[in-house]
T-cell receptor
Framework: DTEVTQTPKHLVMGMTNKKSLKCEQH?????MYWYKQKAKKPPELMFV???????INESVPSRFSPECPNSSLLNLHLHALQPEDSALYLC?????????????FGQGTRLTVV | KQEVTQIPAALSVPEGENLVLNCSFT??????LQWFRQDPGKGLTSLLL?????REQTSGRLNASLDKSSGRSTLYIAASQPGDSATYLC????????????FGKGTKLSVIP
């Protein structure tokens, strides 16, 4: 069983749609992350939440809007995306945003923008 | 900027062979190094975490070593099985002022029955 659960597993959306990706963990992770991974490329960091506060935004376009309603839940709201935003979106958690802690990833959401 | 390189990019071996995957990083001021496995279209599964003060970590048939001063890590897989076929990613935390994970591009492993 993965410690980090992402839903949905697959999502197809039009460029005018609004959708949300969800990430949930119940392992006490106090640092949560969104990554974007294009085919045959390594994951790229998008956002970091530490103790439910946004601590890092890696210059991500505003059409991606993260939200952390509580310590167990992380959302990524999507609006007016472009076809080039199609990718695997990965959520990860750490017990804290420290440098000596292990990162655990979810299974990802495969997003296709049409 | 921290850069992580993994060699080879792809590797094909017959079942039962022992194999080594390589990872190198440009800035040795890391805090830790983590090895992940990724199946096609899936998320990352953490295999091993090595702290900067450690030399190696073992889990089952996997053994990861770290030579921080030379900027290198290896992942040794013993008695490979077809189920080991996946992409293996190496990621470091730290170096060049970064406190986040920096990933290599991965090694795609195929174990032939």
């Amino acid at each position: 069983d993965t410690e980090v659960t992402q839903t949905p597993k697959h999502l197809v959306m039009g460029m005018t749609n609004k959708k949300s990706l969800k990430c949930e963990q119940h392992m006490g992770h106090r640092a949560m992350y969104w990554y974007k991974q294009k085919a045959k490329k390594p994951p790229e960091l998008m956002f970091v939440y530490s103790y439910e506060k946004l601590s890092i935004n890696e210059s991500v376009p505003s059409r991606f809007s993260p939200e952390c309603p509580n310590s167990s839940l992380l959302n990524l709201h999507l609006h007016a995306l472009q076809p080039e935003d199609s990718a695997l979106y990965l959520c990860a958690g750490k017990h804290r945003d420290g440098v000596n802690t292990e990162a655990f990833f979810g299974q990802g959401t495969r997003l296709t923008v049409v | 900027k921290q850069e992580v390189t993994q060699i080879p990019a792809a590797l094909s071996v017959p079942e039962g062979e022992n194999l080594v995957l390589n990872c190198s990083f440009t800035d040795s001021a890391i805090y830790n190094l983590q090895w992940f496995r990724q199946d096609p279209g899936k998320g990352l599964t953490s295999l091993l975490l090595i702290q900067s003060s450690q030399r190696e970590q073992t889990s089952g048939r996997l053994n990861a070593s770290l030579d921080k001063s030379s900027g290198r890590s290896t992942l040794y897989i013993a008695a490979s099985q077809p189920g080991d076929s996946a992409t293996y990613l190496c990621a470091v935390t730290g170096g060049a002022g970064s406190y986040q994970l920096t990933f290599g591009k991965g090694t795609k492993l195929s174990v032939i029955p």
